[in-house]
T-cell receptor, first 114, second 115 residues
């Protein structure tokens, strides 16, 4: 079974500052990794994903994440945040070669202020 | 436009009154799934379907039923809703073929309140 830990439930940050949202996972098998964003009163939208290849993955809206197999982490970063980045961010894992179960973390609320 | 639609978006009902939340996708995806989102718990899978007439339980299936008679539709049925099923529900679909993206596409959500 897989599990995902997002230790920070809330991350406050000022506009134009850098941000890192942490994600650690546990799995006995290989996994694919995803970050989803949920804007207020909306569904989930894919930010980026790691399936294979380069461990540094770039996504939409200037976000990027780095897969670290030895530390079982997939932290999300953005060098300069905007007010519009205020949202809930979810890390998720999927067992490779399957689609049966996307396991989510509990989410991190990113609050960007002026 | 490729999308997953859910209806209704908002629903307030009473304990024990059967209800159905519909989900439809226009991307010809084989895989569909239902999740519920609760504060502090993230999203938890209720049921999923790998294809027509193939469904299986997720992490929290108690009190829910599903059916997959057509590839595009995957309704969620609450035979006798209870207050602990008050939640935000999401339907998702994907196409998990070899070489595919494995990305799940989510509907806009259905906010259900059971009194």
């Amino acid at each position: 079974a897989q599990s995902v830990t997002q230790l920070d439930s809330q991350v406050p940050v000022f506009e134009e500052a850098p941000v890192e949202l942490r994600c650690n996972y546990s799995s006995s098998v290989s996994v694919y990794l995803f970050w989803y964003v949920q804007y207020p009163n909306q569904g989930l939208q894919l930010l980026l994903k790691y399936l294979s290849g380069s461990t540094l993955v770039k996504g939409i809206n200037g976000f990027e994440a780095e897969f670290n197999k030895s530390q079982t982490s997939f932290h999300l970063r953005k060098p300069s945040v905007h007010i519009s980045d205020t949202a809930e961010y979810f890390c998720a894992v999927l067992r490779t070669g399957t689609a049966s179960k996307l396991t989510f973390g509990t989410g991190t609320r990113l609050q960007v202020t002026l | 436009e490729a999308q997953v639609t859910q209806n209704p978006r908002y629903l307030i009902t009473v304990t024990g009154k059967k209800l159905t939340v519909t989900c439809s996708q226009n991307m010809n995806h084989e895989y569909m799934s239902w999740y519920r989102q609760d504060p502090g718990l993230g999203l938890r899978q209720i049921y999923y379907s790998m294809n027509v007439e193939v469904t299986d339980k997720g992490d929290v299936p108690e009190g829910y039923k599903v059916s997959r008679k057509e590839k595009r539709n995957f309704p969620l049925i609450l035979e006798s809703p209870s207050p602990n099923q008050t939640s935000l529900y999401f339907c998702a679909s994907s196409s998990p073929r070899a070489g595919g993206s494995y990305e799940q596409y989510f509907g806009p959500g259905t906010r259900l309140t059971v009194t």
